[in-house]
């Protein structure tokens, strides 16, 4: 498609800035399925979402228990969806990761279709083919690049600069894990309110996750001069 310049010809607009045009567009769409996946998984998994935020703009809820809408940094690479567990044992974090993979097998499959279909209609070795319909093409191709960019950085399993899927992935394959990193929803929620964090549990299986729990329980101790327990 790239290579022949009758398909530029038939571009609707200068093709640079149909290029833009279409990598914005796909930067939006693919940010708005990542987080909408991680709403929905949320949702799924038995959580509270307690702010969700796509590119800076989202809402956040209030002491009062209203949705309120902001504009807001975010940890994350397209945004960030922030929950709390309605119970830390049961609930399943994994949601929030697989459902915006599903929406990229859906995007996947959905795109690759459409350009599929315009090339074959924009075939200018068909009868009643339509150049023009080309764009379409190169614009659905563009989208794809876009989304496996964003895609591969969200799964890559290992931190990054900015919270993704994949690290969570790779850490939350065990049951004590889960729990862990539940219990760290939990207190970050309390501290963001203002709220004593209470008494949290103690791991003795020393992962990345419990022992970021431990070190709750561990500062709790030595902030109340408690240093035998804290020992």
Partial sequence: V??????Y?????????????AVAVGVVLNALFIEIGHLLGAKMGHYKVTSWICLGIGWKLGKDGKKHGTIA????????????????????????????LLFLLIEVIGLSAEVAICRAKGD???????????AWAV??????????????????????????DGYLLT??????????????????????NGLP?????IYDSVTNFTARVN?????????????????
């Fill in 9 to 21: 010809d038939a571009l609707p607009m200068n093709s640079f800035l149909f290029i833009i045009i």
């Fill in 139 to 164: 614009f659905g191709i563009i989208i794809l690049a876009v989304a496996g960019m964003v895609y591969v950085y969200d799964i890559f399993p290992a931190p990054l600069d900015a919270k993704n």
């Fill in 171 to 192: 850490i939350l394959t065990n049951e004590t894990n889960k729990e862990a990193y539940n219990q760290i929803l939990i207190a970050e929620d309390k501290m963001a």
């Fill in 197 to 201: 964090v209470g008494d949290t549990p």
């Fill in 215 to 231: 070190d709750v329980s561990l500062y709790q101790r030595l902030s109340k001069g408690d240093y035998e327990s804290a020992l």
């Fill in 73 to 100: 940094s975010f940890d994350g690479l397209t945004g960030e969806t922030k929950v709390v567990p309605l119970d830390a044992k049961k609930s399943n974090p994994r949601h929030i990761i697989y459902m915006p």
């Fill in 124 to 134: 200018s070795g068909n009868v009643g083919s339509d150049p023009r319909i080309m």
């Fill in 2 to 7: 790239f290579n022949n310049s009758a398909y």
